[in-house]
């Protein structure tokens, strides 16, 4: 697992007010309890974290960890991000 996708899952643990060890990078965001009201505190988590302006789409198109890390990381070249 990247760096990424630990910035992730913790900011969505925060979000689900669970553990991060309790989410898995490759499960959906549906079957963690993800609902539009939280997908759209991740986009803003994800903004605040990194600096990379997302949108909701992007949780909707990647729902899982994986799959958002994998794109972000593709298409916006934020592998080895640092959070700001």
């Known amino acids: 697992m990247s760096a990424f996708e ?12 669970t553990e ?3 989410i898995g990078f490759s499960k959906p965001f549906d079957e963690l309890g993800v609902d539009s009201l939280i997908a759209l505190r991740l986009v803003r988590q994800v903004v605040e974290l990194t600096g990379i ?3 909701i789409e992007c ?16 298409c916006r070249g934020v592998d080895g991000i640092e959070p700001v």
């Not at 630990?6 to 007010?17: G, Q």
């Not at 909707?60 to 994998?70: F, G, H, K, T, V």
């Open 20 to 22: 991060p060890a309790s």
């Open 53 to 55: 302006d997302i949108d």
């Open 59 to 74: 949780i909707l198109d990647y729902p899982s960890i994986e799959q958002l890390a994998r794109h972000l990381t593709a």
């Open 6 to 17: 630990l910035l992730l899952r913790d900011a969505l643990a925060s979000l689900l007010e």
